[in-house]
């Protein structure tokens, strides 16, 4: 069960790799816009990484998409808390409320961002796929991790541009030692409809040996997820999620979602990328995080996917 005091630090070990990490998605849906407020506290090596990343279909990379300030280790401030911190590179993160608000906020000359979000339904810790504490797939992002879908306002000022950000979208928080290493090839697909009454978030990881693994057309099965539908939540006991197609360059473009919940309700979800942003934010890890348009209960839904590889498996892939 998530408690309020979840988004805090969570205080007592002295394990040097002790992560906690959090990120807010944000969408312009009809400028194809996919964005993010991403950060992590090593709260035992007095270290934060966080910043800002945004991107549509004319850049695709760090260096050319429409802005990315994220990487640069900076010193943890010693009044910090997991929600309520300013960095040196004028990312600054506030808790309204625990559970149910924040304010985030960043400023450089080339952007400012000044956003809310605020919760429309209440987070959901994994379930099915492992235990809370470990599940499935997913042990060396950390031992504690939740998900929770909301709705984020606010504008974002880019060169000369101004964009209004107005749509639902979830944010997560994870916590526990995050050592170096691998993890399978995966996925993360979520999508949250208005007033949070719908929505999804499925984790699945293939089980294939490396050297067996097509990367399209195989079902990779759940880890742990959930779906929403009419206000109620259900933990799917089971589900499997398919690339259905890659273009030349490796990039998914469509998706497939398919399995079951508690209640015995069918979760189905085919998702149509709209652009992608080539994130290696984790030195073992390559990740393409694509805006993605869902037809999901019967209608159109905007949300993510994320699509990472192991990097030796995405070298192999991208170069084959």
Known sequence: ?????????????????????AWFGFTVPDKLINGWVYFYHRPNMNFSVGGVALWDPSGEYPWNCRYYDWGQPMALPPDAD?????????????????????????????CSVDLEWSATAPPQSPGVGGSDEYPTGSEGWGKGHYTQPGHIRGTIQLGGERLDIDTPHL??????????????????????TAEGRGGFCVYAASDLPFDQDPCVGVPDPLSYGWQRLD????????????????DS???????????????????????????WLWWQGYAEVLMLWSL?????????????????????Q??????G
Not at 3 to 9: A, G, K, L, M
Not at 250 to 266: I, K, S, T
Not at 314 to 319: D, E, T
């Open 292 to 312: 993605t348009e869902w037809d999901f209960n019967g209608g159109t839904v905007i949300g993510e996917e994320l699509d990472f590889f192991p990097l030796h």
């Open 314 to 319: 995405a070298r192999a892939l991208v170069r």
């Open 171 to 192: 944010r997560d928080h994870s916590w526990g030692p995050r050592r170096p290493g691998t993890n399978p090839r995966g996925n993360f697909a979520s999508a949250v």
């Open 1 to 21: 069960m998530i408690r309020p005091q979840d988004d805090s630090f969570h205080r007592g070990s002295d394990d040097p790799y002790w992560n906690e990490s």
């Open 82 to 110: 997991m929600f309520d911190f300013s960095l040196d590179n004028g990312l600054t993160v506030a808790c309204r409320e625990p559970l149910d608000s924040f304010a985030l906020g960043y400023s450089t000359d080339g």
């Open 249 to 275: 360059r490796q990039r998914p473009l469509r998706v497939e979602l398919a399995g079951v919940d508690e209640h015995g309700r069918e979760l189905s979800a085919i998702g149509t990328m709209r652009n």
């Open 231 to 246: 206000g109620k939540y259900g933990r799917l006991t089971s589900a499997t999620r398919t690339v259905l197609e890659r």
